[in-house]
């Protein structure tokens, strides 16, 4: 059983049904398949882990962390192989990420990325500022790095493409709330059901379930997105090959050019909620959607009269130590993934893979990679949870507007690098 109709619930069922078409599989989820992070990112499919890879090798290996960075950047091209071999039109373009660098103290970071990502099997490279505004007019661009292990997509085609293919392959129940897991049982809304192997794929949903509110913080991100823009605009700003675009501050952005030329457009900076609420209204807050539109159209001002014409958010799954995880825990039949900080798309695909693999008791390759087994720290109470995310959102700012003032690296986000992820 699988409780959880995203990307992680559907890929697991999708891979597993590839090697066992006979399996009972059934798939549970409180609302519809891909109604949360799933269908409602910005679309990137890209080899981004949250934990950075020095990191991942002093909890293993320096060769298994390599083989995890390898497997990431195999997940962007085998999610555009399996949505293609399932008929599923997901607008998918590997176009690669271009990440701005627009200060020198951004420079300084984007060059050290570029070591950092070949020291661990990548091949990003360096652009100067002609390069840059070649391929994305932006302002202020002193240059950028380039990835190719990226791809844009449409979340919600492929979520929802997803589903279809299971129609009848697995049983998928919708509006089917479930208020906890045990070993070989989920207590639902509408009653019990008894399983085996339990599957929680919830990401930032996870704090519903009973025993699991600390578990992951859910921290919400929202989006914009514009018109369909003309041409002209295009021929000016680029994104040709529809690359995915962010800048190197802080508090993350992130961008694409749609199928159909909107400019897509996000970003974090919305708070946490006290004792992990998660409420509809929590996606849309006015204060955030006008600071994403600013900070656009001071990246592309060409933009300035553009309508956006849809405006949406919701909530990811952070852990305490941002280290996303896959496993099984034989003694109880409970599995799980996620933990994804966002960076979901590609790696719910590697955890699907990985997730059939141990269910089905394969030692494989991907079953060895090292985020497999990984527990995080559980966090911490209220209202001490409340008042670390938030002020580490709040960090986030003060660094962007610590850096462009003084033009020297913040010692803040420095410090705050050792709590969410980095180095």
């Known amino acids: 059983m699988i409780v959880g109709a995203g990307f992680t619930g559907l890929w697991t069922a999708h891979y597993l049904l590839e090697q066992e078409p006979s399996l009972d599989i059934v798939v549970v989820d409180a609302e519809i398949a891909g109604f949360g992070a799933s269908g409602r990112n910005g679309g990137w499919c890209s080899a981004l882990f949250p934990t950075a890879w020095d990191r991942v090798a002093r909890r293993s290996t320096d060769d298994r962390a390599r083989a995890l960075a390898a497997a990431m ?169 529809r690359e995915t675009f962010t800048d190197l501050r802080h508090l993350i952005v992130y961008g694409q050019r749609t199928a159909d030329d909107r400019m897509v457009f996000g970003g974090r900076g919305a708070p ?43 909530p990811l799954g952070i852990p305490r130590d941002w280290h996303p995880s896959v496993g099984l825990d034989r003694g109880t039949g409970i599995a799980w993934a996620g933990g994804y900080v966002g960076d979901g798309v590609s ?30 720290p559980r966090w911490e109470p209220e209202p001490l949870r409340w008042l670390g995310v938030n002020a580490g959102l709040r960090v986030m700012t003060i660094a962007d507007a610590e850096e462009r003032r003084t033009g020297r690296s913040s010692l803040a986000a420095r410090a705050m690098s050792r709590f969410v992820g980095g180095h």
């Not at 059939?356 to 990984?374: K, M």
């Open 347 to 376: 790696t719910t695909n590697l955890a699907g893979r990985t997730l059939a693999d141990l269910l089905l008791g394969h030692d494989t390759e991907l079953t060895r990679l090292p985020w497999v087994g990984h527990h995080s």
């Open 73 to 241: 950047r195999d997940s962007v091209d085998e999610v555009g192989r399996a949505a293609r071999a399932a008929g599923i039109d997901a607008h998918f373009a590997k176009g690669g990420t271009i990440s701005l660098a627009r200060t020198a103290v951004q420079v300084g970071r984007a060059r050290a990325s570029v070591a950092d990502d070949r020291s661990w099997g990548g091949a990003s490279t360096w652009w100067d500022a002609e390069e840059t505004s070649r391929r994305l007019d932006a302002t202020d661009a002193l240059g950028a790095v380039y990835t190719h292990d990226c791809a844009s997509l449409h979340p919600g085609r492929l979520v929802r493409g997803l589903a279809r293919t299971l129609d009848d392959r697995a049983r998928v129940f919708e509006h089917t709330r479930v208020r906890s897991i045990d070993p070989g049982r989920v207590v639902t809304e509408h009653g019990v059901v008894c399983a085996p192997l339990v599957v929680r794929a919830t990401e930032g949903y996870t704090p519903s379930i009973a025993r699991s509110r600390r578990v992951l913080a859910p921290v919400y991100s929202l989006i914009i997105a514009t018109e369909p823009l003309p041409a002209s605009v295009w021929a000016g700003i680029g994104l040709h090959e």
């Open 272 to 314: 946490y909620h006290f004792g992990s609420r998660i409420r509809p209204g929590f996606d849309r807050e006015p204060r955030v959607f006008e600071h994403l539109r600013e900070t656009l159209v001071e990246l592309f001002p060409p933009l300035r009269d553009a309508r956006i014409t849809h405006r949406w958010g919701g």
